[in-house]
C-alpha cells in the first residue's frame, strides 16, 4: 500500500485492529477532514511501546503514571495511594499495555473524528 494512501501504515507499533478502526472512522470524511483527523490523531495517539514505558516507570517509581497519561485520574490516584494495588495492579498493567493503549487510542481517535467532521 501507499504511504500517501494510507498514512496511518507510518504511525510506530500500529496494529491491524488499529488500522482497520482508523479507517472506518475516516471512510465519510472528505480529504480536508481526513488530514485534520490525522493530524489531531497523530498528536494524541500512544504507542504501545510509549505504554510500556509507561508502565514499567509506574511499577517502579510513580505508582498510577500509566493511569494518568491514560486520563484515567481516579485510577491512577488508586494506584498512587495503594502503591499500584500493592504491585499487582501494576503488573496487570504491564502485562496488559497493548490494551491500555488500543483503549486510549479508540478514545482518541472518536474524539478527532467528531472534531474533524466539525472542521469543515
Known amino acids: ?10 504511525l510506530s507499533g500500529v496494529t491491524p485492529e ?7 472512522a475516516t471512510a465519510e470524511l472528505s480529504e480536508n477532514q481526513r488530514k485534520y ?9 500512544k504507542s504501545p511501546q ?13 505508582p498510577g503514571l500509566q493511569r494518568f497519561i491514560v486520563g484515567q485520574i481516579g485510577m491512577g490516584l488508586l494506584y498512587l495511594f495503594t502503591v499500584g494495588l500493592c504491585f499487582i495492579g501494576s503488573i496487570v498493567d ?11 487510542n479508540k478514545k482518541m481517535a472518536f474524539e478527532s473524528h467528531q472534531i474533524a467532521k466539525m472542521s469543515n
Open 1 to 10: 500500500m501507499d504511504m500517501y494512501q494510507n498514512p496511518y501504515m507510518g
Open 18 to 24: 488499529e488500522l482497520g478502526f482508523l479507517q472506518q
Open 37 to 45: 483527523f490525522y493530524m489531531s490523531y497523530t498528536s494524541k495517539r
Open 50 to 62: 510509549d505504554m510500556l514505558i509507561f508502565c514499567i516507570v509506574g511499577l517502579c517509581v510513580v
Open 94 to 104: 504491564l502485562v496488559n499495555h497493548k490494551d491500555l493503549a488500543m483503549e486510549y
